[in-house]
């Protein structure tokens, strides 16, 4: 039998990140931050001052990224990033090169070898519908955009960053657009895809309907 994955998908700040890794801690999987990924390697672009817009050369640049996740800390060439892909700014310009259709193609070998044994769940746009198509559960994981502001601006206070809701409401509509409207692994629903709306379901809910159906499609 094939490794299990678990993908969810979902819009920013929809909480998917926080459930996906608490049903990889409840299974014993992995677990991979895919828009971690987006967010280093337009970190990595800036530092090398490569123009956010040159797809054959961040296209490069991913091929050889030296990227390592230790828990939630992501190292790029052995430092830890820390907090700074974290940021709105640097949110904004992930979803810029994320547009980008070479840049994606060469950030998929390294998605796939996060696939191991016991089992992988991860979370991005475009988890079940082109990085793992044949992954065990696929989740849309979704939240109204006022509430996925509400969200995100605790999120953002917690760590100490300035916030404004109103601001952040706008930017979270604007990413959506763009990661919805790209002609490259579009944000949407797949066909077989369970929709969880997660508005008005705590964390723990999330969590639980999840695992459900991971049971479901693998019994024992
Ligand atoms: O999920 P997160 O907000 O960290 O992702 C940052 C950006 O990276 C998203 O707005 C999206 O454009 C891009 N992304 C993507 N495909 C993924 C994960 C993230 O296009 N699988």
Known sequence: MSIPVIAIDGPSASGKGTVAALVAKQLGFHYLDSGAIYRVTAHAAQQ??????????????????????????????????????????AGRAASRIAALAAL???LLELQRGFRKAPGLVTDGRDMGSVVFP????????????EER?????????????????AALVEDLRERDARDASRASAPLRQEADAYLLD???????????????????????
């Open 48 to 89: 090398r001052g490569l123009d956010l817009a040159d797809e054959a050369g961040l296209a490069t640049l991913a091929r050889g990224l030296d990227l390592r996740f230790d828990g939630v800390e992501v190292y790029l060439d052995g430092h830890p990033v820390g907090d700074a892909i974290r940021t709105e700014a």
């Open 104 to 106: 994606r193609t060469a």
């Open 134 to 145: 044949d992954a065990t559960v696929k989740v849309f994981l979704t939240a109204t955009a």
């Open 149 to 165: 502001a509400q969200r995100r601006y605790k999120q953002l206070i917690e760590k100490g960053f300035d916030a404004n809701l």
């Open 198 to 220: 997660t508005t008005d379901l705590t964390i723990a809910q999330a969590v639980a309907r999840v695992l459900d159906w991971f049971r479901q499609a693998r019994p024992n």
